[in-house]
């Protein structure tokens, strides 16, 4: 079993619709969770971090994590053409004196106009 | 703009060569991490360094190896290249070891002739 999994997609929506993006993980020991979102050709970009359960929101995006059944969703409002990209869910394997990424596959999001 | 940047954007090497990709921190950032990302997967985690020592390592062979220097910049060298190491290479640089945001640069894509 994978630490973290995330069906791939791809997904499309059509332009102001509500996007439910998941990602599911193993290890109970996991704190810290982040969204990233990336472009084509280009390095991630931290949308949303985390740390432990509940919600957390920015504008159009909230994030959701629910550590008893150890998932993550992020939430994306009145998508936009914009928002197309590869949205990657990771957790931080981090041992007080150390701290790794691990990264789900990415879910690639087409929104259309 | 994260403020890390990488270079080359592009590399193209033969079965067995050498190769050095950089990596220039955030200023002020005392940890590069570096991630290599297949194509359609996420990020994996190569290794970490912290204050110019590894300090963490991910499931890759000691072919992988890298170097961080007082300027916040580092390199990642890889020997006696495999076709399989074509991917996109990124770094992360962050303040902290671990519970800290990683923020990336816009990677290098190495292929392997």
């Known amino acids: 079993q994978k630490e973290v999994e995330q069906d791939p997609g791809p997904l499309s929506v059509p332009e102001g619709a509500i996007v439910s993006l998941n990602c599911t993980y193993s290890n109970s020991a996991f704190q810290y969770f982040m969204w990233y979102r990336q472009y084509s050709r280009k390095g991630p970009e931290l949308l949303m971090y985390?740390?432990?359960?509940g919600n957390k929101e920015d504008g159009r995006f909230t994030a959701q994590v629910d550590k008893s059944s150890k998932y993550i969703s992020l939430f994306i409002r009145d998508s936009q053409p914009s928002d197309s990209a590869t949205y990657l869910c990771a957790t931080e394997n981090y041992g007080g004196s150390q701290g790794n990424l691990i990264f789900g596959k990415g879910t690639k999001l087409s929104v259309k106009p | 703009e994260t403020g890390v940047t990488q270079s080359p954007t592009h590399l193209i090497k033969t079965r067995g060569q050498q190769v050095t990709l950089r990596c220039s921190s955030q200023?002020?950032?005392?940890?590069v991490s570096w991630y290599q990302q297949a194509l359609g997967q996420g990020p994996q985690f190569i290794f970490q360094?912290?204050?110019?020592?590894?300090?963490g390592r991910g499931n890759f062979p000691p072919r992988f190896s890298g170097l961080q220097f007082p300027n916040y910049s580092s390199e990642l060298n890889v020997n006696a290249l495999e076709l399989d190491d074509s991917a996109l290479y990124l770094c992360a640089s962050s303040w902290r070891q671990g519970g800290d945001t990683q923020y990336f640069g816009p990677g290098t894509r190495l292929t392997v002739l």
């Open positions: 360094y912290y204050r110019e020592e590894e300090n």
């Open positions: 985390t740390y432990s359960s």
């Open positions: 200023s002020g950032h005392n940890t």
